[in-house]
């Protein structure tokens, strides 16, 4: 009784004396500094601490590289973008990173310095593994963070609209359903440190040729049921403290100027607490302030410094109000005490060996084993000639280029200059993390002799072919970016040494290592196909041990692989050889029908569908029930009917709604089955996923009737199908 009552003593004591430290502080304006306040009134108690100049100061900053800089601003720690800080009242400057593929070192800023480099974007997509996603984000950001870093340009979620964007690599494919969960996850393991993420390039950068100048033009309906819905759908997972806006206009207006998009939609409807950061180079005037961006960053690319002098000059004017000033200023102090930015902490040490395994993880999960006709994988453990050959198996794995491009731990070994002139130049190279494929074959098949050939002349590796038992053929697409590709050739001959190398042995596995989609004219010559993606600081490990039966291959196909370049809506890439400046549109007529949507609704059949990938062992689905309501409620059962363990992704698909056929991912579990073991998946659908966007009304409307659901290992194969009535109802936007 008395220790109770002692203790609720100095319990009340406690109390009191915390009530008159935050009374004292409240009083000389320190109030903010209590961490039992939410974010959104510290950063308005300490918002109104700040001197107009002061809150300009947050509103804009450089690229942190020798870049149109005299020298880097002092404290800035070299990398891609710097906010000073207010010392005056302990507000730390923003230090911000690139990106989701590991912490970035442009232009060798920071002399020697290297990262756990994770294999691409859409390789994690491949995954269709969400706890992968949330890992290998809380790995970067214990990286920057132990790097100095507080901000990471992470969380790309553009949709793969179109094969040849040269970023598809960093996005994570043609599904908002699939990507949104995906980049809301790995934004959620990023600031599970205390870092924030941002979310990019919002919205509709499409593509890169001449990204500055190209007009995405969609209707609002297909926007808020596609791009927008992987944006929202990522927002409200990850809640990233900033939004990057992009390059590109959206229906006639600059994203990063566009009150629609920015005021109307992110703030408005989706009631957004975070900031609104520009691209590098994306701010045109500084209006953009009512428009709704809050931050200019790497401001020396823009003609002006328009957050700068300009908005000083205009919120002296009035022509944007004071309170806008603080509206934007208080948007960034919000996120930075969302994230722990003021609380500083040791920063992390870092395992690198365990970083590595997380690399290897995506990679191993991401491969798909697109065909396997001959039966030739998993290698034959009786294996003796192996002739690998091309793709510079030798040196290393493929990665993509651009700010997304990280060194690796252990250097890039190869780096191979592409052309180009200017600022691009530094970007223009194909870079190979240190995991030659071709060593990692010889560990792994100790028994037989690997011989390699480059694949320069084909009548020389169909030489080296011949005699071998079997061929493992590397075929690269280097993307970019601020590059497309121009068509979806592999470039540089690659197919006719394919043809050359088939004719010779038929026993023969191509491996591709692409940015993403790409023909395959050669496909019923080869023995199997194997999408490696860029794979990332252990991607040749994870290639040697999908080949050789190690791991049991479990990835799915993000982006639909197409039987030929027009089954897509542009027969050419809009904007393709103009003169910089001149404005052009992209129509995107394919609307809220990206990928495998538009291949169901126009009946084309792809060379591999969305969410294909096959396995060394086999699954069955039975025991479908689905339930309805206000939504969806699916489950059924997995087995692995097969001798071996493996990792099943099966997708359920929306079939038909209320009459209207269509096809839409509604939900997708990756899971571990031993031969014989069966599983329940349960899948509730994002009621959005059934609804269409009702522009007139600006809400989400499910009609009342009927809901199809199809279950199956592809986006093209049903194995299951079943329905439930779904009552009619709206949904906020
Ligand atoms: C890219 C962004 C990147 C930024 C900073 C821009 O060119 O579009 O994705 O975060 O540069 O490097």
Known sequence: MNIHRSI????????????????????????????????????????????????????????????????????????????????????????????????????????????????????????????????????????????????????????????????????LGEDPWLAGVLAGESIRGIQSNPIISTIKHFSLNGQETNRHWANSVIGEAAHRESDLLAFQIAIEKGQPGSVMCAYNLVNSAYSCGNDHLLNGVLKGDWGYKGWVMSDWGAVHATDYALKGLDQQSGEQLDDQVWFGEPLKQAVTAGTVPAARLSDMSRRILRSMFAAGLFEAKAPPVIDAAAHAAIAKSVADEGIVLLSNSKGLLPLAPSVKKVAVIGGHADSGVLSGAGSSQVTSVGGNPTVIPVGGEGFMAAWLRQAFHNSPPLAALRAALPGAVVSFNDGRYPAAAAALAKDADIVILFANQWMSEGLDAYDMNLPGGQDALIEAVAAANPNNIVVLQTGGPVLMPWLDKVGGVVAAWYGGQKGGEAIADILTGKTNPSGRLPVTFPASADQYPRPTLPGWGLPEKQQFDVVYEEGADVGYRRFAASGMKPLFPFGHGLSYTTFAYDKLRVKGGDTLTVSFEVTNTGKLQGKDAPQIYLAGAAGKKLRRLIGFEKIDLKPGERRTVTVKADPRLLASFDEAERQWRIEGGDYDVAVGPSAATTVLSGKARVGQRTLKP
């Open 8 to 171: 609720r003593a100095v319990l009340a004591t406690g109390l009191c004396l915390a009530a008159l430290t935050a009374g004292a502080r409240a009083a000389d304006g320190q109030g903010w500094r209590d961490p039992a306040l939410s974010p959104d009134e510290r950063a308005r108690l300490l918002d109104a601490q700040l001197t107009p100049d002061e809150r300009i100061a947050l509103l804009h900053g450089p690229m942190a590289l020798p870049f149109k800089l005299d020298k880097l601003p002092d404290g800035a720690v070299g990398g891609a973008g710097y906010i000073p800080g207010i010392p005056r009242l302990g507000i730390p400057a923003l230090k911000e990173t690139d990106a989701s593929l590991g912490v970035t070192n442009p232009m060798g800023i920071r002399p020697g310095d290297t990262a756990t480099a994770l294999p691409s974007g859409l390789a994690l997509a491949a995954t269709f593994n969400a706890k992968l996603a949330h890992d290998g984000g809380a790995m970067i950001g214990r990286e920057a963070l132990a790097k100095g870093f507080n901000v990471l340009l992470a969380g790309g979620v553009n949709l793969a609209r179109d094969p040849r964007n040269g970023r598809n690599f960093e996005y």
